[in-house]
């Protein structure tokens, strides 16, 4: 487990430098106002890219965790394929979108509809290769693309607009995506995409709702933000997000790999599961707060000017706030993965829908009465309050599995009412529709 942890913490150092030294160049070069531009793209992109996780990577990750090789690579070219098709879909909206409004802004959204395909084909490739077990292949992938973005950069930078570093970004996202299939062997399955979001509709919807509403909520609240307190209080939001850089890779890592690792400590030692989750988000909200208390009290003015330019003197009066959001999301993190380990879409659904509507009501309460600074600290109420449903929501589900499980015969089926129990090995899980009726049931005889 810890040297996939390990990969997983080297892919996603890569890939978030990547994105920090984009981010970074961005703010320097252009100010507060372009780089709330940048911002608005990077939340709608992070919206579509929920919407191709959901449906592709997410299944993928559950459901084919240590299976045989061989159902693997047919798993991950329909996976491929579903991401490649979002991608296309959502890049000609994106497109289209951007001629109808022009401008600027419409500038930003068409050079991101082009690379929506890079973008997401190469992210699918990730996750798959962490889904195999493989993670040191998906830090060789993200490496390559931080290898291209570097001379991408220099020709961005010779325009010095929003939409030349998309581009110079997108682009290099697009010379991974190709090394992928070096990798694999394995080309995206556009025929596959229809028998692939059938046969994994029942996690694949859920899935898509609950990273719609997540990536969304944020979405939201930048719009919401940018229309109260202007382009550059947005910002300076992201701004202050950006020198938390260095611990989201750390907790974005995690990420590609504890619902896997979650899925198999629930294969081989179910009792062990929540134990593995506490741990898992306490020790990444400690590492949080650490962090944050270190860019507080350490980092002197000059530095961080060095690193946001101008944006240091408004973006550090929010890293107290920032840093308190971050704590709430990364102890999220370990109930997250146990509700998906579990294959219990519908509680993680649930949580995730209840976490984003205090995300986006607090966060525009604060925009109104506060601004910037105001809209920060209302996330951090919000993202603190959302994990608490997390976690009773993974206590809830945790207990109804372990009731399923205890009252099974040792048959390897057991007709409840109309649904079939059937214990998947690759999951380590009963097939999740009935376990979700089944567990229902169980509940209102206790509760009846």
């Known amino acids: 487990m810890a040297g996939r942890l390990s990969w997983g913490l080297g892919d996603q150092a890569v890939s978030s430098l990547t994105n920090f030294v984009v981010g970074l160049y961005v703010a320097r070069s252009l100010g507060a106002a372009a780089f709330g531009l940048f911002s608005i793209a990077w939340v709608t992109y992070g919206v579509i890219l929920n919407v191709s996780?959901?449906?592709?990577?997410?299944?993928?990750?559950?459901?084919?965790?240590?299976?045989?090789?061989?159902?693997?690579?047919?798993?991950?070219?329909?996976?491929?394929?579903?991401?490649?098709?979002?991608?296309?879909?959502?890049?000609i909206v994106s497109v289209l979108f951007g001629l109808l409004v022009g401008g600027s802004l419409g500038g930003a959204f068409v050079a991101l509809g082009v690379v929506l395909p890079f973008l997401l084909v190469q992210d699918s490739w990730r996750f798959g290769f962490f889904a195999a077990g493989t993670g040191q292949k998906a830090f060789v992938n993200d490496g390559i693309q931080a290898v291209a973005l570097f001379p991408a950069l220099v020709i961005g930078a010779r325009y010095g607009t929003v939409v030349a570093f998309l581009l110079a970004w997108g682009c290099s996202a697009g010379v991974a995506a190709a090394f992928g299939w070096v990798q694999t062997s394995v080309l995206p399955r556009l025929g596959g995409v229809r028998s692939w979001l059938r046969d994994h509709r029942e996690l694949g919807?859920?899935?898509?709702?609950?990273?719609?509403?997540?990536?969304?909520?944020?979405?939201?609240?930048?719009?919401?933000?940018?229309?109260?307190?202007?382009?550059?209080?947005?910002?300076?939001?992201?701004?202050?997000?950006?020198?938390l850089g260095p611990f989201l890779a750390l907790l974005m890592g995690l990420s590609l790999v504890t619902v896997a690792e979650g899925a198999r400590v629930l294969q081989r030692s179910p009792h062990r599961l929540w134990h593995f989750c506490v741990v898992l988000g306490g020790v990444q909200a400690a590492a949080a707060l650490a962090w944050g208390l270190g860019l507080l009290l350490l980092i002197p003015a000059e530095a961080g000017r060095f690193v946001l330019g101008s944006l240091w003197d408004t973006s550090s009066l929010l890293i107290l706030p920032v840093t308190f959001?971050?704590?709430?999301?990364?102890?999220?993190?370990?109930?997250?993965?146990?509700?998906?380990?579990?294959?219990?879409?519908?509680?993680?659904?649930?949580?995730?829908?209840?976490?984003?509507?205090?995300?986006?009501?607090?966060?525009?309460?604060?925009?109104?009465?506060?601004?910037?600074?105001?809209?920060?600290?209302?996330?951090?109420?919000?993202?603190?309050?959302?994990?608490?449903?997390?976690?009773?929501?993974?206590?809830?589900?945790?207990?109804?599995?372990?009731a399923i499980a205890d009252n099974l015969p040792t048959a390897p089926a057991q007709r409840t009412g109309e649904h079939s129990l059937e214990f998947h090995p690759v999951s380590g899980s009963f097939s999740h529709e009935e376990l979700h009726s089944a567990s229902d049931g169980m509940t209102e005889m206790r509760t009846g």
């Open 53 to 91: 996780r959901g449906l592709a990577t997410d299944p993928l990750m559950v459901r084919f965790s240590d299976g045989a090789k061989s159902r693997w690579r047919e798993a991950l070219g329909q996976a491929v394929g579903t991401a490649l098709l979002v991608g296309v879909a959502s890049g």
């Open 205 to 243: 919807v859920r899935y898509l709702l609950e990273n719609v509403s997540n990536s969304g909520s944020s979405q939201l609240r930048a719009y919401g933000l940018g229309a109260v307190a202007g382009l550059a209080a947005v910002g300076t939001v992201r701004g202050a997000e950006q020198l």
């Open 325 to 402: 959001a971050v704590v709430g999301a990364s102890f999220t993190t370990g109930a997250t993965a146990g509700l998906r380990a579990l294959g219990t879409a519908k509680r993680s659904l649930r949580s995730q829908l209840i976490a984003s509507v205090f995300y986006v009501v607090f966060g525009l309460i604060g925009a109104a009465l506060g601004g910037a600074a105001g809209s920060e600290w209302g996330v951090a109420i919000a993202t603190i309050t959302g994990s608490a449903v997390w976690w009773w929501q993974l206590r809830i589900a945790l207990r109804d599995h372990f």
